[in-house]
């Protein structure tokens, strides 16, 4: 079975400052795909950044970007030039390829301090 | 564009009774994925509809079902409610099956179960 481990269940950053959320995932799968996921109070699950494991650079999305490492099944998020509004729940996700069932981590909370 | 919209946004139901919750996929999307995010866990997958059929199921009983209709509109339905379904019930739109492209969701329902 695929599980998603996230094992910060906080973290805090000072604004201006860069912060990285860790990811660790476990599949007998080849390929598949990684994603985080931010969730504001709003509820609403919101995109940013996603990663292919076939594509062996690592995503970036502006201020966000991944460390991806398939053997260690490690995929981390780094947000530099951390902002107000980047402050949420933020989820790791996977899934496998031709599959539908998405599996979350439990999260983790980022603060953004002024 | 209105994205993925979901009604109500609040609920309260007793043991017992049964609940229908509406999802809206956004413009041009086909495809409705349903999860269910208990407090302070990520969102479990329960099931996808496509094509007005459930294409697949996460490890839900069968008290929860649904439906989808030929506007690509989608409901979950859970009968004999208990405690333990009260969760945040999160609708995620994409474009066809095994899509992908990026899934987008709605801001959820929350069900509170008394």
């Known amino acids: 079975a695929q599980t998603v481990t996230q094992s910060q269940p906080e973290m805090s950053v000072q604004e201006a400052e860069t912060v990285t959320l860790s990811c660790t995932y476990d599949t007998s799968e080849s390929d598949y795909y990684l994603f985080w996921y931010k969730q504001p109070p709003s509820r609403q699950m919101i995109l940013v950044i996603r990663?292919?494991?076939?594509?062996?650079q690592n995503a970036t999305e502006n201020r966000f970007s991944v460390n991806f490492q398939k053997a260690a099944k490690s995929f981390s998020l780094k947000i530099s030039d951390s902002q107000l509004g980047d402050a949420a729940m933020y989820f790791c996700a996977y899934r496998r390829e031709n599959n539908n069932d998405m599996r979350f981590g439990a999260g983790t909370r980022l603060t953004v301090k002024p | 564009d209105a994205g993925v919209t979901q009604s109500p946004t609040h609920l309260i139901k007793t043991r017992g009774q049964q609940v229908t919750l509406r999802c809206s996929p956004k413009?041009?999307?086909?495809?409705v994925s349903w999860y269910q995010q208990a407090l302070g866990q990520g969102p479990q997958f329960i099931f996808q509809y496509y094509e007005e059929e459930e294409r697949q199921r996460g490890n839900f009983p069968d008290r929860f079902s649904g439906h989808q209709f030929p506007n690509y509109s989608s409901e979950l339905n859970v009968n004999a409610l208990l405690l333990g379904d009260s969760a945040l019930y999160l609708c995620a739109s994409s474009l066809e099956q095994y899509s992908t492209t990026e899934a987008f969701f709605g801001q959820g329902t929350r069900l509170t179960v008394v």
């Open positions: 990663q292919e494991a076939y594509k062996q």
């Open positions: 413009s041009g999307h086909d495809t």
